[in-house]
C-alpha cells in the first residue's frame, strides 16, 4: 500500500502546506509520516516519496542518510544514538561506546538479543561539552542522556528493561 | 556588456567581468590556485579547502564613500583568515595572495586532513598518474602526517554504483564533483550523499543503478580514483597510454574525443583501444561526451570483423574481388545502384557518389530520416553555438528524443534552457527533456506538421519563437518514418524561413539524424529513397556500411531480387551473408577521415590502431573500383580525396586540411599540468573543426519544399499503430558488440498505453506478440501512460523491423511464471 | 752496460714468471665450480611471495615505468576472493622482461611498493634465440614451497583487502 492510499489526510495535509513547484520541500513531513508505524523508512515509502515529490529516490535517501531521527533499517524498541563526533571523541565516547558495546556482547549498529536496545554511532547531537552522551529514540520520544559512563548506561538500560515489563 | 573589474593578485593585476570567481581570474592570469571540489562548469561548493587564498579588499571611507588612501597607494585591509577562492568573487581593487606562508600552511593542513583516510593505494589507482590528489599533494602537502596510520577508516574498495561505474569510498574525499554534475549539468540527481561528517559517502538508487547515460564523465571530474568505469578498470596506467584525436561516430553531435591506445598482451600483442575520453571542443560538446560514445567502440576488435574479401562467400584476394567487381559494374553501368549509410566519412561518401554518378547509376542513403536536403539551406549559420543560447533566445525539439539520440545535445539545450532559454519540446509522448521545457506540447501521432505549422500562429508560444532573438530548431524522427520526417523538416524550415531565424550564427535547423554522418551524406548528394525494394530489384547493388537485410526481413527479400550484391562492411552481417562480393572495411579507429556533424560542422578523425586484416578504407576501396572503370577516383590518401571533395562539392569551398585544424584558446582552461581544474579531458590541439555555411547565410535563394499537410499513418479505432523510437543503447552491430552494455540494451520493449495494456491482458514486464508488415516478433512490455492510446512505440534497431509506422496487431502472452 | 740491460731485463721478467706458478690461482672453474656473489649483486629478477603464497606483485606498473631500457612490460588485471593472485585489487595477469634490454640497474627494484621485484643473484642468462630472452611472469615468480600455497587460489571472502601492506611510518 502506498503513503497516500495509507494516509490520505494526512499526505494530503502536507502537500498542502507547500507551494506546488516547491513541492520537494514536504519530504521532511513525509518521512516522518513514513517511518510512524514501523519505525524506519521502508525502501517502497522511499520509493513512494520520490515519486510523489519528482525527486529522485536517491535524493530522499541522502536526506534520511543525514538526519539521525530518519531510519532507514528496523531497529530495537530503544535506539542509542552515541556521538562520536571530534569533541566527543576528545572526551572519550570512542572508548564509551566501545566499552558498551563490549558490556552487551554487540557490535555498533546491532541490537541486543532481546530487542530492547540498538546502538549506533553518530556524528553531533550539539551536546559537546557533555560527553560521553547518547540520545535515546524509543517509546517515551528523544531523550538526552549526558556525561555517561558505561555503569550508568547499564542502570539505564536496566530500568529500561524493567519498565517495559511493568507496560505489559 | 559586463562591468570589467582589476584586482591584483600575486602582483599581477587581471581585468575580468563582474561576477567572475577569484580562482578564475587567477587562472586567467596565468596563476594556478590548487583546488579539489571546483570546477569551472559547475557551481561553486567550498567544501574542499583547498583553494584557500589571503584576500584583501580596499578600505572606504563610509563617509566620502572613496578608497582610503595611504602612501598613494589605496589601503589594502586583509581578511583575518583565509578565504576560499572558489566561492569568492572579484572586486575592483582586490588584492589575492596565493603563495605567501599562511596560504601554503592552510594547503598543508587541508591536504593533511584529506589524506586521514585516504588509502594511498595510489600504485594500483587508475587515477594514479593523472590524480590531483596526488599532483597536489606532492606540491603542496605536508608530506608526513601526524595522524596515527592505525586510526586509518577502512571502507569498502569495491562498491558497484552500476555496472558501469565502480566506486571505492575509501578514496572518496567527499567533494561532490559527481553529485553536483548528475544535479546542475544533466539534471537527474541519482548520485547523492548518504550520512554526516566522516563517515559521509556516495550513494546511487537508481534503478538500473546510476541511471544516466553521462555516468562515465564522474570519472573524468573525479579528482581522485573514488569513480572508475568497469571499461578501463585496471586496464593500464595513465602514463603508459598514447592519445589519438578522433570524433565519435554514433550519433549526429559529432563529439571530439580521444582514444586511449596501448599495446596489450590479451589482444595478442595487439594496439587497441584502451579507453575512450572526451576532448574539450566548447562549441560541440564542451568537455563531455555520452556513455555510450565511451563504451560503444569495442565492435571495431569484435570477432565478427571482415578481415578478406570473398568472392561468393569464398575467401578471395583482393585483385580477384576488384577484378569481379569492376567487370560486373563495367558490364551494366547504370544498373549500378549505391546504397550507403551516414556511417561512412565523407570522403567514403566523395568517392562512392562520384562511383554512382561515373557510371550513371544512383546513389541511395540509407536512412528513415528524411530533410537533409533543407539543413543545407536553412541549417544552423557559422559560428553556432548552443552553448551561448540563453535568455530571450528560443530552442524547439520536435519529435526528438534527444537524452536517447543525441545525448550531449540534450545536455546543451538542458544548459540553454538553465541559462533562461525558452525552451519548447514538442513530442507524442514524455521525453526526458520535457521537464525543463517552458511549454511542453503534446501532439496525436500524425499531427506533427500541424503542431509546428501552429507555431506560426498568435498563440503565446508562436509569439515567444517569432520573437526570439535566435532560435534553434531540432527535428526528429521520433514516430516518424522517411516521409513523415521530411514533411516535418519542411514544416520547421517554413517556420524558420518564415520569422526569419535562417543564414545567422545560431538560427537554423538541425538534424537529429540517425547516424554520425547523415548530414555528410547529404552533402554529397546522397538521398534517401523510400521503396528500396524497387530500387534493388534487377539491379547491380553496392552496398557500403549498412545492413538493410538484418534490419528488415523485407528488405532481405528485395535484395534478393537484385542480380548482383556487393557489400562492404566492417563486421559480418545477414547482407554479407547475402553478397556475391565482400569488402572487408576499415573501421574509423584505423584510418582517418572527416565527418560532418548534425550542426554541419566537419571534424577530422585520425587513425589510432592499426588496421584489422587486409581490410581498406571505404574511400579507398570505392576509389580504387572507380580507377579501375576510368574514372579519376582518389584511391591513396584520405585527405586528398578531402581536398577534391572540397573543390567540388560547393558548400566544402575553401576547405582544407590546416582550417580543419585550427584551434584557438577555450575556457575552461583544460590540460596541461593542472588536471584538477577541469578533469582529464583531453586539451583540443588537433583542430576545432570548420562550420559549413548555409544557402541562407551566403544570401543564396532558398527554395523549400512546399510543406504537405497530410500527415503520417493515424491510429485507427479499431487498430494499434506501431511507430519507430529510438533507443540509446540499441542491437546496432557498434552498441551490441560491447558486453559491458549487454544489461543496459536489455530485451525488445514496446511501449503501451495502460488502457491498450489492460484491454490486452498485459502488465508492465509482460510479453507480447506482435504482427506487422507480414512478420511475427515478440517483445516485452513498458507501460507509458503518456503515449495515445491508439500507438505502440517500438524501438528501432532492436529486431523488430518497424521503419515506417504501421498498423499492428497485438497480441498479450500468458507466460509461464519465473520461480 | 747497453747489453748487460736487456738481458737483466729479461732474467727479471722470467723470474716473475717462473714465481708465478707456485702461487695459489686466482681463476675460478666455472661452470663446474661457482664463486659467491656479493650482496649487493644484481643479477636476474624474482618476483616474490609472501610467507602465505600470495605474489606480492600488484601489477602497479611502476618497475616498468622506472625502468630505463624499457624492458619490463607489465599488464594487469582485476582479483577476485575466488581466484586470489595478489593481496588488494589488482595482479599481474602479464608479467615480461626482456633480459636482452636490461640493464641491471635496479630501478625496479627501488620503484616497487611492495617490494616484490628483487634482482636475485642468478646471472646465467643465455638465449638461442630473441625470444627466449623474453621471461615471462612463470619464470620470474618465485616457486612456492607448497603446492596449497600456489595461485591462483580461492581464500577467504574480504581477508585481503590491501594491495600495498601498511607502513608505520613511511620514512623508516
Avoid at chain 2, 42 to 66: F, K, Y
Avoid at chain 2, 219 to 239: M, Q
Avoid at chain 2, 276 to 297: H, L, S, T
Avoid at chain 2, 722 to 740: F, H, I, M, N, W
Wanted: charged share 25%.
Amino acid at each position: 500500500m502506498s503513503l497516500a492510499q495509507k494516509y490520505p489526510n494526512e499526505v494530503n495535509q502536507i502537500m498542502a502546506k507547500y507551494p506546488p513547484e516547491h513541492k520537494r520541500s514536504a519530504v521532511m513531513p513525509l518521512l516522518y509520516l513514513a517511518q510512524r508505524e514501523e519505525g524506519y523508512v521502508t525502501k517502497d515509502a522511499l520509493k513512494d516519496i520520490a515519486q510523489m515529490l519528482d525527486i529522485t529516490e536517491t535524493d530522499v535517501a541522502s536526506i534520511v542518510g543525514f538526519y539521525s531521527l530518519y531510519h532507514d533499517h528496523k531497529a530495537g524498541k530503544y535506539r542509542m544514538q552515541v556521538c562520536t563526533d571530534l569533541p566527543c571523541a576528545l572526551r572519550g565516547a570512542d572508548k564509551f561506546l566501545a566499552d558498551l558495546c563490549g558490556n552487551l556482547g554487540i557490535q555498533v549498529g546491532e541490537t541486543t538479543a532481546d530487542g530492547l536496545i540498538t546502538i549506533e554511532a553518530v556524528t553531533c547531537l550539539a551536546a559537546c561539552d557533555k560527553a560521553p552522551m547518547f540520545q535515546t529514540q524509543g517509546p517515551d520520544g528523544i531523550k538526552y542522556h549526558e556525561n555517561m559512563t558505561v555503569d550508568k548506561t547499564l542502570e539505564l538500560i536496566e530500568a529500561l528493561k524493567s519498565a517495559g515489563k511493568e507496560v505489559k | 556588456m559586463t562591468k570589467q573589474l582589476t584586482l591584483t593578485i600575486d602582483g599581477v593585476q587581471v581585468t575580468v567581468p563582474e561576477g567572475t570567481l577569484v580562482v578564475d581570474a587567477a587562472k586567467m592570469a596565468g596563476i594556478d590556485i590548487p583546488v579539489f571540489c571546483y570546477h569551472p562548469k559547475m557551481e561553486p561548493a567550498g567544501n574542499c579547502r583547498m583553494c584557500l587564498v589571503e584576500v584583501g579588499r580596499p578600505v572606504i571611507d563610509r563617509a566620502t564613500g572613496q578608497a582610503v588612501m595611504e602612501n598613494g597607494q589605496p589601503k589594502i585591509q586583509f581578511m583575518p583568515k583565509l578565504e576560499t577562492a572558489c566561492t569568492n568573487t572579484v572586486s575592483e581593487g582586490m588584492v589575492v595572495l596565493t603563495q605567501t606562508e599562511k596560504v601554503t600552511e592552510g594547503r598543508k593542513g587541508t591536504l593533511e586532513f584529506l589524506l586521514t583516510s585516504h588509502p594511498l593505494d595510489c600504485p594500483i589507482c587508475d587515477k594514479g598518474g593523472e590524480c590531483p590528489l596526488q599532483n597536489l599533494t606532492v606540491e603542496h602537502g605536508p608530506g608526513k602526517s601526524r595522524f596515527l596510520y592505525d586510526e586509518k577508516q577502512h571502507l569498502a574498495k569495491h562498491v558497484p554504483l552500476g555496472e558501469l561505474i565502480w566506486l571505492d569510498r575509501e578514496r572518496c574525499i567527499q567533494c561532490a564533483r559527481c553529485i553536483r554534475f548528475q544535479d546542475e549539468i544533466v539534471g537527474e540527481a541519482v548520485l547523492g550523499f548518504e550520512a554526516r561528517g566522516r563517515m559521509t559517502q556516495i550513494i546511487s538508487l537508481s534503478e538500473p543503478g546510476f541511471d544516466s547515460v553521462f555516468s562515465g564523465n564522474t570519472s573524468d571530474i573525479c579528482p581522485v580514483g573514488a569513480l572508475t568505469t568497469a571499461d578501463f578498470r585496471f586496464g593500464a596506467r595513465p602514463w603508459e597510454l598514447k592519445a589519438s584525436a578522433s570524433i565519435c561516430s554514433q550519433c549526429p553531435v559529432g563529439c571530439n574525443t580521444t582514444f586511449n591506445t596501448r599495446r596489450e598482451a590479451k589482444a595478442g600483442g595487439e594496439i587497441v583501444i584502451k579507453r575512450v575520453m572526451p576532448r574539450q571542443n566548447e562549441e560541440v560538446n564542451e568537455i563531455w561526451m555520452c556513455d555510450k560514445g565511451r563504451f560503444a567502440y569495442h565492435y571495431a576488435e569484435s570477432a565478427q570483423r571482415l578481415v578478406k574479401p570473398t568472392v561468393r562467400q569464398a575467401k578471395a584476394s583482393w585483385t580477384d574481388a576488384f577484378d569481379l567487381v569492376t567487370q560486373t559494374f563495367e558490364a551494366s553501368k547504370s544498373d549500378v545502384v549505391v546504397l550507403a549509410s551516414g556511417r561512412l566519412s565523407n570522403e567514403d561518401l566523395f568517392n562512392l557518389k562520384s562511383l554512382a554518378d561515373g557510371l550513371g547509376g544512383k546513389s541511395i542513403l540509407y536512412t528513415d530520416m528524411g530533410g537533409g536536403n533543407l539543413t543545407a539551406q536553412v541549417g544552423v549559420g557559422q559560428g553556432t553555438d548552443l552553448g551561448k543560447l540563453g535568455k530571450g533566445d528560443t530552442i524547439l525539439v520536435v519529435a526528438s528524443d534527444l537524452y536517447e539520440e543525441a545525448p550531449v545535445w540534450y545536455l546543451r539545450v538542458k544548459q540553454a534552457a538553465d541559462r533562461g532559454a525558452t525552451l519548447i519540446v514538442a513530442n507524442s509522448r514524455h521525453t526526458k527533456l520535457e521537464r525543463f521545457a517552458r511549454y511542453a506540447i503534446r501532439y496525436a501521432n500524425g499531427d506533427e506538421v500541424k503542431t509546428v505549422a501552429d507555431l506560426q500562429g498568435d498563440s503565446k508560444i508562436a509569439q515567444e519563437f517569432a520573437n526570439a532573438q535566435n532560435a534553434v530548431v531540432f527535428f526528429g524522427s521520433d514516430g516518424l518514418g522517411l516521409n513523415g520526417s521530411a514533411n516535418l523538416a519542411a514544416a520547421c524550415a517554413k517556420l524558420l524561413q518564415d520569422t526569419k531565424h535562417v543564414g545567422k550564427a545560431n538560427n537554423g535547423l538541425i538534424g537529429v539524424w540517425q547516424r554520425a554522418n547523415d548530414q555528410g551524406a547529404w552533402e554529397m548528394g546522397f538521398r534517401p529513397e523510400a521503396d528500396l525494394a524497387s530500387a534493388f530489384k534487377n539491379k547491380i547493388v553496392y552496398i557500403v556500411g549498412a545492413d538493410p537485410a538484418g534490419d528488415d526481413p523485407a528488405l532481405a527479400l528485395a535484395l534478393k531480387g537484385a542480380r548482383f550484391i556487393v557489400v562492404q562492411d566492417i563486421l559480418e552481417t545477414l547482407t554479407t551473408h547475402m553478397a556475391d562480393v565482400v569488402l572487408p572495411a576499415q573501421a574509423y579507429t584505423e584510418r582517418e577521415g572527416t565527418y560532418t556533424s548534425g550542426e554541419r560542422r566537419v571534424q577530422r578523425f585520425y587513425a589510432a590502431v592499426p588496421v584489422h586484416g587486409e581490410a581498406k578504407a571505404d574511400f579507398a576501396i570505392a576509389g580504387e573500383i572507380g580507377r579501375r572503370l576510368g574514372l579519376n577516383t582518389e584511391n591513396g590518401s584520405a585527405m586528398v580525396t578531402f581536398d577534391r571533395l572540397a573543390a567540388s562539392v560547393k558548400d566544402f569551398a575553401g576547405l582544407d586540411t590546416n582550417k580543419l585544424a585550427e584551434v584557438k584558446p577555450q575556457w575552461p582552461i583544460v590540460g596541461r599540468g593542472d588536471l584538477y581544474y577541469g578533469g582529464t579531458t583531453y586539451e583540443n590541439k588537433q583542430g576545432l573543426g570548420v562550420q559549413l555555411s548555409t544557402a541562407a547565410e551566403r544570401g543564396e535563394a532558398v527554395s523549400l519544399p512546399e510543406v504537405r499537410a497530410e500527415s503520417a499513418l493515424r491510429p485507427r479505432e479499431d487498430q494499434l499503430l506501431a511507430v519507430p523510437v529510438t533507443k540509446l543503447y540499441d542491437r546496432g552491430q557498434t552498441v551490441a558488440s560491447t558486453e559491458l552494455l549487454t544489461q543496459r540494451i536489455g530485451e525488445p520493449t514496446v511501449s503501451l498505453h495502460p488502457e491498450t495494456a489492460k484491454r490486452l491482458g498485459v502488465a508492465a514486464g509482460g510479453r507480447v506478440s506482435l504482427a506487422f508488415n507480414g512478420l511475427s516478433a515478440e517483445a516485452l512490455v513498458k507501460i507509458d501512460d503518456t503515449i495515445s492510446a491508439g500507438v505502440v512505440l517500438v524501438p528501432r534497431s532492436m529486431g523488430l523491423a518497424v521503419r515506417e509506422p504501421v498498423s499492428v496487431q497485438v497480441l498479450g502472452l500468458a507466460e509461464a511464471k519465473v520461480s | 752496460m747497453r747489453v748487460i740491460e736487456p738481458v737483466w731485463e729479461l732474467g727479471r721478467g722470467l723470474a716473475r714468471t717462473f714465481a708465478s706458478l707456485f702461487e695459489k690461482p686466482v681463476t675460478v672453474q666455472y661452470p663446474e665450480e661457482k664463486r659467491e656473489v656479493r650482496p649487493r649483486f644484481r643479477g636476474r629478477h624474482v618476483l616474490k611471495r609472501y610467507e602465505n603464497g600470495l605474489e606480492k606483485c600488484i601489477g602497479c606498473s611502476l618497475c616498468a615505468a622506472a625502468c630505463p631500457a624499457d624492458a619490463i612490460f607489465v599488464e594487469a588485471s582485476e582479483n577476485t576472493d575466488e581466484n586470489r593472485f595478489s593481496p588488494g585489487e589488482r595482479y599481474a595477469s602479464t608479467y615480461e622482461i626482456n633480459m636482452l634490454r636490461c640493464i641491471y640497474c635496479g630501478f625496479c627494484e627501488d620503484a616497487c611498493p611492495t617490494e616484490a621485484i628483487v634482482l636475485g643473484d642468478n646471472y646465467e642468462l643465455s638465449f638461442t634465440d630473441r625470444r627466449q630472452a623474453i621471461y615471462p611472469k612463470e619464470m620470474l615468480l618465485e616457486p612456492v614451497p607448497d603446492a596449497a600455497m600456489t595461485t591462483p587460489r580461492k581464500v577467504e571472502p574480504g581477508v585481503y583487502q590491501r594491495s600495498v601492506p601498511e607502513m608505520k611510518d613511511p620514512q623508516d
